[in-house]
Each structure stands twice: as C-alpha cells, then as structure tokens.
T-cell receptor, first 110, second 117 residues
C-alpha cells in the first residue's frame, strides 16, 4: 500500500503559470521528500522537508508541510516546458523505508 | 547523471525464466534500495541493504531475492518470471541511514526495464 497520495493525478498548465500539487499521508513521518521523474527515466530528488519544518524553498520550488493535516504541497513557479514530468512525494514512515505516492503528471504547454 | 549505474537497461525474457539485475551505487554510498515501478502498482519498495546487510524488506515476492556484495554493488534476482513481473526496476543509493533509520535523499539509477513475454 502507498503512504502518500498526490492530488491531482494530472495537471496541464501554460508555460509561465504556477503549478501546485498536494500530497496527503496517513501516519506520522520523519521527513517528506519530493522527486521528479521524466518519462521512463530515473527519479531525481527535488527537496526534503523535515517534520519540524513548515516551509522550504529551492529555486522555483516551494514546499509546505502541515503535520496536523498530514499533508504537503509542492509549488512550481513560472513553469517551463522542461518541468513536464511526474512528481512524487515520498515519506519515511518506517525505518529505512521510503514510500512513494502515485504521482502527479504535469504537462507544461508552450 | 546520478552516479548510480544499472544494467541491463532493457531485458526481454519469457515466463518461467530467471534474470539478474545489477546495480552499482554512487561512490561511497553504503545503502542500496530496490524499487519496482509498474503502471498498476506504482513505485513499490522491495528491499534495502546497508553495507552488505539487509535492513528493510517491502513488498518483495518470494521468487525475488537480492544481495549486496563486499564491493557494495547489488544484484536483484527474479525467478519463475510471470507476465505481471514486467516493470521498471530501480536501484537507488544513499550515503548511510540517518538517525533512527531516517531515509535521506536517494539517488536513483535509470532503471532496468523488464518485459516478460
């Protein structure tokens, strides 16, 4: 079973617009991570936010974490065609395991 | 380039056969993780090794086994293959487990795409 659930499943936006996706999880966590996967390629780590952090930034990425609601959001600002990919949240609810959600597929239209 | 190398990139085989997937982690990384990605199941954690020892087990079938060798490379063995085993198999590495087994950033290889006919 998957710990995280991303919402929406798919997102289509115009270049330059912002993209927001959400992740909900079921049990308490140590940290939450976001990864990007281009079609058929390996996953690439984007950002890690610890359970005692509420917000984190990395370039055009902004991640928030609300442990009371067991949810996180990933915002990509000023999207580019190269941002077209699937985005996954991952949590380490159990020692030594990182569990991934089903992902959000983002398409950025030129 | 993540520094994690997986071979082979593509593999086509028949039901009932056995295959071995190989992973070389990033230089210096002691932990290796194996994941299976399929359309219907998503990304499923299979197993994790740290410095040669099994640390965590996920949804790994009894027909599957893995090991990590002294040089830290890892192999995933899949036997008695079924059509449903067709998937992308990823290996990922990380330097070491964090405090209390917390998992930090993982570095993924490009995967081995297995097709069972």
């Amino acid at each position: 079973s998957q710990q995280g659930e991303e919402d929406p499943q798919a997102l289509s936006i115009q270049e330059g617009e912002n993209a927001t996706m959400n992740c909900s999880y079921k049990t308490s966590i140590n940290n939450l991570q976001w990864y990007r996967q281009n079609s058929g390629r390996g996953l690439v780590h984007l950002i890690l936010i610890r359970s005692n952090e509420r917000e984190k930034h990395s370039g055009r990425l902004r991640v928030t974490l609300d442990t009371s609601k067991k949810s996180s959001s990933l915002l990509i600002t000023a999207s580019r065609a190269a941002d077209t990919a699937s985005y996954f949240c991952a949590t380490d609810k159990e020692d030594y395991k990182l569990s991934f959600g089903a992902g959000t597929t983002v398409t950025v239209r030129a | 380039d993540s520094g994690v190398t997986q071979t082979p990139k593509h593999l086509i085989t028949a039901t009932g056969q056995r295959v071995t997937l190989r992973c070389s982690p990033r230089s210096g990384d002691l932990s290796v993780y194996w994941y299976q990605q399929s359309l219907d199941q998503g990304l499923q954690f299979l197993i994790q090794y740290y410095n040669g020892e099994e640390r965590a087990k996920g949804n790994i079938l009894e027909r599957f086994s893995a090991q990590q060798f002294p040089d830290l490379h890892s192999e995933l063995n899949l036997s008695s293959l079924e059509l449903g085993d067709s998937a992308l198999y990823f290996c990922a590495s990380s330097p070491r487990p964090g405090l209390a087994g917390r998992v930090g950033e993982l570095f993924f290889g490009e995967g081995s795409r297995l097709t069972v006919l």
